[in-house]
């Protein structure tokens, strides 16, 4: 009995230890911050308004004009299109947005995110509705759509899994969706569908989206994103206004990254060249193209994937008229990853008839080159893309990723 209570009052001290020991906080996690013109401040995130963004570095405090800001990361967010059993809301701007809970009704959906709490669209602004079973992705559902050639048409599109195993695309009207059924409007007669049985949900474009003015691009940890209209930050959590939807609040740790909209700069992918001059070794070119590799994937320098940017092969030249509107422009230069190590060419910027730029000589097995060039008084601009030393053009994909003009 003595020994009993012993162990019971040990226990008890233990216990009592256990809970006094202070709790460790998280860390606070750093954000880097890159202006447009590719200046780049680390540190703890302070305040974020609508007119300037305060860090706190190693140097001291430090403050940048929002319309400075290019983008602000903290963390690589995931991609919620591969995570098995997740539901997805593709909007019709092209994010994606991790969802549970959805019903639609009266011409909107509704939804909840794990971090932004409940949202509803309208229909106009869904583009797809992807419903994978527990053993599937919404990535799954996407290829498998593909196979059968099941896609958004005049219509909308429910996709729907047989008893047989095979997949149907049924277009028709959406009407509603709770947490069993879909109502569907099918050969003008209102059809029921079981909800587990339901993969996709491909919604008719409602004709031409309306240019609608938002301040940036908000990307979560778990990779959904969503445009704002205004995103402020204090006291560790960020108030955002949703494009299309209301006003929430997230804590500091669901931020992976901001991508802002400036007045300021204009990707170069946009533009579209006076003139065009490409051709290969042998006569055969390999087109260039916007915001893709020249082999057509993703543009993937260093390990990074970069949704804007130019896919340029030996030999190319670009010419744009700038009339003088632009100070520089800044890229990311290099061979795609994708070819890597292969790949040797020599990159040239002129201005109005003068190199502006020492040419650049990159190789699949050199690093990708951060370029600034200086674009003040230039009207014509040319990228010529030319064969290295191995005078080939084997393996000469070029990349300018990220490439931006600089007002």
């Given at each position: 009995m003595r020994n009993l209570t012993a162990a019971i009052f040990l226990g008890l001290v233990s216990v009592a230890m256990v809970s006094a020991q202070p709790t460790t906080?998280?860390?606070?996690?750093q954000v880097r911050a890159e202006t447009v013109d590719a200046?780049?401040?680390?540190?703890?995130?302070?305040?974020?308004?609508d007119?300037?963004?305060?860090?706190?570095?190693e140097k001291g405090v430090e403050k940048t004009a929002l319309l400075d800001l290019a983008e602000m990361t903290s963390a690589t967010p995931g991609n919620p299109l591969t995570v098995v059993g997740r539901?997805?809301?593709k909007t019709a701007a092209g994010g994606h947005v991790t969802a549970s809970a959805l019903t639609v009704a009266d011409g909107k959906v509704h939804f909840t995110n794990p971090s932004l709490g409940k949202i509803t669209f309208a229909f106009s602004r869904v583009a797809a509705m992807y419903l994978p079973p527990s053993n599937q992705s919404a990535a799954d559902v996407l290829s498998k759509c593909a196979s059968l050639e099941i896609?958004?048409?005049?219509?909308?599109v429910v996709v729907v899994?047989?008893?047989?195993?095979?997949?149907?695309?049924?277009?028709g009207i959406v009407k509603s969706i709770d947490d069993k059924m879909l109502t569907f409007s099918w050969k003008g007669a209102d059809r029921k569908i079981g909800l587990p049985s339901i993969r996709a949900i491909f919604l008719a474009p409602t004709g031409s989206p309306k240019a609608e003015k938002f301040k940036g691009v908000l990307t979560l940890r778990d990779g959904s994103s969503v445009r704002f209209a205004s995103l402020t930050y204090s006291k560790g959590a960020f108030s955002v206004s949703m494009v299309g939807s209301g006003e929430t609040k997230i804590a500091e740790g669901d931020m992976a990254a901001v991508k802002f909209v400036s007045d300021r700069v204009v990707n170069l992918s946009d533009l579209k060249p006076q003139a065009v001059k490409q051709h290969g070794l042998l006569d055969t070119a390999m087109a260039w193209r916007a915001n893709r590799s020249v082999s057509g994937g993703a543009i993937l320098l260093g390990g990074r994937s970069f949704s804007t940017g130019l896919g340029l092969h030996s030999f190319c030249e670009l010419t744009y008229n700038l009339d003088a509107e632009y100070k520089s422009l800044i890229a990311i230069v290099g061979i795609d990853d994708v070819i890597r190590p292969g790949g040797d060419a020599n990159v040239t910027f002129v201005g109005d008839g003068k190199e502006i730029l020492a040419p650049l000589r990159i190789t699949g097995k050199g690093k990708p080159q951060a370029v600034r060039v200086s674009l003040a008084g230039v009207k014509t601009f040319i990228i010529r893309v030319d064969y290295g030393k191995d005078l080939l053009d084997v393996g000469d994909h070029v990349d300018l990723a990220g490439a931006r003009l600089i007002k």
């Open positions: 906080k998280p860390a606070t996690p200046r780049v401040s680390v540190g703890r995130l302070v305040a974020l308004s007119v300037e963004v305060t860090l706190k570095t539901q997805i809301v896609e958004p048409g005049d219509q909308d899994a047989q008893k047989s195993g095979g997949w149907l695309g049924i277009e």
